[in-house]
């Protein structure tokens, strides 16, 4: 179908503050970001059910890191958690940038949601930033008793750049024998960094996300380019994708990073992996969030949130 129609001013708005920021540093580009009229905060819708929220220290190499946990205030013993990783080209984004979203999740589907404040690039290029979401994965399944975590039901999830680390961690758990994660929820997942998909050329510029802004991402996330095709780096070209836990994988049509993820999903199918794929028609890289305006995007959160209600199944998934 054709672009939305709402979609259009705000694309216009979107492509008027993009601007020449090459005179600015990395920390003053990130600060203009979080000021923009399109963060969450404006255009994702809020619920209303009272969230108890908890911020953790967690330890990595060299340092620690920051991880938020979201739970219905009313929620009694474990419950299933879903550790989610925000988006931003590795570079960009926050813990309290995605603070909206991870709010609504948790009470949209009656799970805990832990958000990931994996370190960026380019102060911490790759694999830093997958390194510090496993180190959370594994830190959380430790303190299971104590965050009243559901160990037999916990997923992984994430946009955009996010949804390639969660694809990438269920990679890194699997070889490493590590946490077992009952499933995954991939939003506009980055899955090959080489650039190459056609989505890629056809929605190079006019979209919101260009190809040229996600190629100065890469280049701030990898050291040296052949990285671009080691399977942590971007799963979908990695050989084996067997024994990766089921996936939900959300798309937009117009969107760059459109034929990754949907390739992605075929090829977790072909691994005997159980996929569902919803591709939201008319809209573009974020869109999806624009829940305070748009009924599409609100269709497209609730069939992410049914997806991770099924994969938890019926005990007690509401608390």
Do not use: K
């Not at 694309?11 to 600060?31: F, I, M, T």
């Not at 190079?204 to 095709?229: C, K």
């Not at 836990?245 to 049509?253: C, K, L, V």
């Amino acid at each position: 179908m054709p672009l939305r129609p709402v979609l259009r001013p705000l694309l216009a708005l979107a492509n008027a503050l993009e601007g020449d920021d090459s005179d600015q540093s990395v920390a003053e580009r990130r600060a203009a970001d979080a000021r923009g009229p399109l963060q969450m905060r404006f255009v994702t819708a809020r619920g209303f059910a009272p969230i108890a929220i908890l911020d953790l220290a967690v330890p990595v190499a060299g340092g620690q890191i920051l991880i938020r946990a979201y739970r219905p205030a009313q929620a009694g013993g474990p419950l299933p958690t879903h550790l989610y990783m925000h988006g931003g080209s590795f570079w960009l984004g926050s813990v309290q940038s995605y603070d909206p979203f991870c709010r609504w999740l948790a009470r949209a589907v009656g799970c805990q949601v832990i958000s990931v404040d994996y370190r960026l690039a380019p102060e911490h290029p790759y694999p830093t930033g997958l390194e510090d979401c496993y180190a959370a994965l594994t830190w959380v399944t430790d303190h299971a008793a104590g965050l009243a975590v559901d160990r037999g039901r916990l997923s992984v999830g994430g946009f955009s750049a996010g949804g390639g680390l969660a694809a990438s961690l269920t990679l890194m758990s699997r070889d490493r024998s590590g946490p077992a994660i009952c499933f995954q929820a991939l939003q506009a997942p980055v899955t090959d960094l080489t650039l190459s998909q056609p989505s890629i050329a056809e929605f190079a510029t006019g979209y919101g996300l260009t190809r040229a802004s996600l190629a100065e991402a890469y280049a701030f996330y990898l050291t040296e380019p052949a990285q671009a095709r080691e399977p942590y780096a971007s799963p979908l070209l990695a050989e084996d994708l067997t024994g990766l836990p089921p996936a939900y994988i959300g798309t937009s049509e117009f969107d760059p990073l459109r034929d990754e993820g949907e390739a992605y999903g075929r090829r977790l199918i072909q691994a005997g992996v159980p996929v569902e794929t919803y591709r939201a028609r008319g809209h573009v890289h974020a869109s999806i969030y624009l829940t305070r305006f748009l009924p599409s995007a609100r269709a497209a959160g609730r069939r992410m949130v049914g997806a991770l209600q099924r994969a938890y199944g019926p005990p007690d998934f509401a608390g």
